[in-house]
C-alpha cells in the first residue's frame, strides 16, 4: 500500500555531529539514530532525510523538494540566522516548510533570536529537544 505523506526532513550545517556536538545542547542522541525510530513511529509517512552544511545545497534541494514531498520539516540550523537565499527558496516553492529547533532558540544568544526562515514558514516548533522534529511530522498528519 502507497503510504499517505511524504515528508522530508532536511538538517542544516553541523547537526550531522548531533550526539557528539554540544551535548548539554543538544544531547547525546545522533540524527540518525533518531531518525530510525520516527520511521518506525511513522510507518504510515514516507519520510526522507537530508543533510548539508552547504547553504547551496540545501537551496537547491528545497527547490527540487517542490513537488515530490507533501510537507519539510527543516531545521537550518546556523543559516536560519544568516541566510536570505534559504529563506528566498522557501518563498518560491509552494511544498509548506516547518522550521524547527532543538534548542530554544530565544534562551541563548541574542544573534540566535532572528530568523530569516520564519517570516516564510507554515509554522515554528522549537525548545523540544529532538521531539520538536516529531511535533512538526504531527501537524503535518492533523492537516491531511
Ligand atoms: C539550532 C539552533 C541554531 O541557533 C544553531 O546554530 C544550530 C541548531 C537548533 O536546532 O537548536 O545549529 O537550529
Redesign the pocket.
Known sequence: MAKELKILIMN????NMLGK?EPD??GNRSFEDYFSALQFKFKETELSYFQSNCEGDLITKLQQADPIFDGIVL???????TSVGIGDAIAAIETPVIE??????FA??E??HHSYISKHAAGVI??FGLK?YELAIHSFLLEA
Not at 531545521?75 to 540566522?81: E, F, K, M
Open positions: 542544516g550545517p553541523n547537526l556536538r545542547v543538544y531545521n537550518a540550523a546556523a543559516y536560519t540566522h524547527v529547533h532543538i534548542s530554544n532558540v541563548r544568544e544573534f540566535r522549537l525548545g520538536s
